[in-house]
């Protein structure tokens, strides 16, 4: 028997010799379910310089995808490869879950094509953690054939505009009931994106849901003029004036469907347009002031030595000049690398000039990379779909001040229990 296994363990040293190492699984993991095709090219490629690697892919939508990470990072089961936001990763890299990237991806993070920006939202403590990937950042989808049909010539500028046109381009029916939206907004849906949309108007403003003082703590910056034109103006859209309702198809779909003239979104739409409604007839253009922009970066988890140094070299791959520009093109996410030359996708797909040739002055921010930030977003959200369906708040500044009142309280005492809150 003892020399029927030395035989075994001799053949199986001869296959592995002969055809290549034991075979390793990388698990790559992702929110973004459009990002699956990107992920399959690139494995193809990792396979064929590691044969004896196989790569599985591993798509769910965002928030089910967060809510995945919860459970199986702190339980030391999470995929090899994480595709994550700074601003979801922070509490886990803060709480020691997540290991620094080894010199080697650190020294090619920091000398990298990146900007400053986006290395920070790579970093926790002045060390590396992850590869810039891509980022969301919005502007506004507008429908050039509404637009002209309205007698419309170029996008709002200003907000004011903003509701003048909504006015105009809103379609009714024969009671007068909106049946196209002016304006799409984000009244329903998933909690933390409400809030997210909420402070880019806010944003338009001149108003913060949230901003760091020079202690390095948080507060809130929406209580005023800014936070009460912002909120009103959804009030005013749904109950004064009528030109979209909770209950209408929203977002990219109403878009693509021609049931919304007009709204406010991340690149990907560019991508899914193309694929969905590609004779839709669009154009995108610069917010007032700025935007949100949400960096994603790419992070390794596993702990296995050899498993880590393929899954970097994966990471590595993906962010890859050819591979950049596919993603930007074919999926319609923005790469983060800064030393693409863009004219040519530009002259292909202008739609992209709104978000990858930035104006002076233009301000892009990110979400706080503090451990509340979700559930500060979560609550906000719920308040603001309250107040949206409260058609009492029409010309209702008082009625108004008090909801952001009320959001600002617990938003404080949220800060004040993670020992966030600025006293300045």
């Not at 809510?67 to 990072?73: D, F, H, M, S, V």
């Not at 990298?112 to 002045?126: D, E, I, L, M, Q």
């Not at 994106?193 to 003082?213: P, R, S």
């Not at 979104?265 to 669009?282: C, F, H, M, Q, T």
């Amino acid at each position: 028997m003892k020399k029927i296994l030395f035989l075994l363990t001799i053949l199986c040293m001869i296959v592995i010799f002969n055809y290549g190492q034991a075979p390793i699984t990388l698990s790559v993991w992702s929110g973004y379910p459009e990002m699956e095709p990107l992920y399959k090219i690139v494995a193809d490629e990792f396979t064929k310089l590691h044969p004896n690697v196989k790569v599985e892919i591993l798509v769910m939508p965002l928030r089910d995808y967060e809510r995945k990470l919860a459970l199986t990072i702190p339980a030391g089961s999470a995929g090899d490869i994480l595709e994550v936001a700074y601003s979801t990763m922070f509490r886990y890299i803060n709480a020691g879950f997540i290991p620094p990237a080894p010199d080697n991806i650190a020294n090619f993070v920091k000398s990298g094509p990146w900007a400053r920006f986006f290395v920070n939202a790579a970093s926790y403590k002045s060390r590396i953690y992850g590869i810039p990937l891509f980022r969301g950042q919005a502007a506004l989808f507008y429908n050039t054939k509404m637009f002209r049909e309205a007698g419309l010539k170029r996008p709002p500028r200003t907000m004011k505009e903003y509701t003048e046109y909504a006015i105009k381009l809103t379609k009714r029916d024969t009671q007068g009931n909106p049946i196209v939206s002016g304006w799409s907004l984000r009244l329903t849906g998933g909690g933390q994106g409400i809030a997210e949309k909420f402070w880019i108007n806010l944003h338009q403003w001149g108003g913060a849901l949230l901003k760091q003082t020079a202690d390095g703590k948080w507060t809130t910056d929406f209580v005023n003029d800014a936070g009460i034109k912002t909120l009103q103006q959804y009030v005013d859209l749904v109950h004064k004036y009528k030109t979209v309702t909770p209950e209408m198809k929203a977002d990219a779909e109403a878009f693509e469907l021609g049931l919304t003239a007009m709204f406010i979104r991340e690149s990907w739409v560019i991508g899914d347009i193309a694929k969905k409604s590609p004779n839709l007839e669009y154009a995108t253009a610069y917010l007032p002031r700025g935007t949100i922009t949400q960096p994603v970066n790419l992070y390794v988890y596993t702990k296995d030595k050899q498993k880590s140094e393929l899954a970097w070299e994966f990471a590595k791959l993906v962010v890859e000049p050819k591979y950049q520009l596919w993603l930007a093109e074919n999926i319609g996410w923005l790469p983060n690398r800064q030393d693409i030359d863009y004219s040519t996708l530009i002259s292909k797909i202008p739609q992209f000039k709104a978000f990858l040739e930035i104006p002076k002055g233009y301000v892009l921010f990110s979400l706080p990379p503090i451990a509340p930030i979700e559930e500060i977003l979560t609550k906000t959200a719920e308040r603001l779909v309250k107040a949206y369906n409260d058609k009492n708040l029409v010309d209702n500044p008082q009625g108004i001040k008090k909801v952001l009142e009320e959001i600002d309280n617990e938003i404080k005492s949220i800060l004040a229990r993670e020992g966030l809150l600025s006293s300045k």
